[in-house]
């Protein structure tokens, strides 16, 4: 457990809203994306909705990262740069929303239709999101980070995709990334033990051909090498002493009066 941030009751307080936050910034993202738009203008309208919850983008200037989200786009894992790149219709598009509120951090994201799309990316991302919801069960107290890789990964493999290896999740508190590292594979080498109060990003990413990636010149956007589709859906999910809970879903931002 060395490392590891175990949040307080006081912790929580200040991190829901924050969670929430990101979980209505991605839902507006959802409803906004359509075709026609640039990925830069989808960047500056989640900048937007970030302001007006109070937040600011956890991504922007983090290792001089100079965009408020991830926008991956078709082939493109994770860490996709908003620029002049035009949404088509039947494109998929992995959103990454990170924010922070009142010292901490928010972590979640999704793969939208844009539109619409082919059988194989639908099928893509309906077993990716399955194999989060699936991850998220396996994480609970007395369980081991292996378990919930085990989970996904062989959901994943068996629905014939493969898991990303070169990126992981990750804990999330007042930092982007804490300990323990959460792998979407089974290593042996990333094995903590759950218990309350750890507070972890748990994030499928899964390829619809190999698992290998590249990253492009601008140093950020990895790629899957066989120019594959690829889908990425994360939430920022806490340990309890019962059942986890999914910090960046919640019924309504006025219960906990986000200001």
């Avoid at 075709?35 to 960047?43: E, K």
């Avoid at 107290?141 to 493999?157: A, K, L, P």
């Amino acid at each position: 457990m060395a490392g590891i941030k175990l949040k307080s009751e006081d912790d929580l307080k200040l991190m829901r809203p924050a969670c929430v936050i990101a979980g209505q910034v991605l839902d507006e993202i959802t409803a906004f994306i359509r075709p026609g738009l640039t990925t830069r203008q989808v960047d500056n309208f989640a900048a937007e909705q970030m302001k007006a919850h109070g937040a600011k983008s956890a991504f922007l200037g983090y290792r001089k990262y100079p965009c408020h989200t991830c926008i991956s786009v078709n082939e493109e894992v994770v860490h996709g740069l908003a620029n002049e790149r035009e949404l088509r219709f039947g494109d998929i598009v992995s959103v990454d929303v990170g924010v922070t509120y009142k010292g901490f951090i928010g972590d979640n994201a999704r793969t939208i239709a844009v539109g619409g799309c082919g059988v194989q990316a639908q099928r893509l991302m309906e077993v990716t999101e399955t194999a989060l919801y699936k991850g998220i069960a396996a994480a609970v107290n007395g369980n081991r980070v292996t378990d919930i890789s085990r989970t996904i990964q062989e959901y994943v493999e068996g629905n014939g995709f493969s898991v990303v290896r070169e990126f992981v999740g990750h804990g999330v508190g007042r930092s982007m990334h804490e300990e323990p590292q959460v792998p979407n594979f089974v290593d042996q080498k990333m094995n903590d033990k759950l218990r309350p109060g750890m507070t972890i990003a748990i994030e499928p990413m899964v390829n619809a051909g190999r698992p290998e990636v590249k990253i492009l010149k601008d140093g950020w956007t990895v790629v899957t090498q066989d120019g594959s589709l690829s889908a990425h859906f994360e939430h920022t999910v806490l340990i309890t002493e019962g059942e986890p809970e999914i910090l960046t879903i919640c019924p309504t931002l006025s219960k906990l009066k986000v200001a």
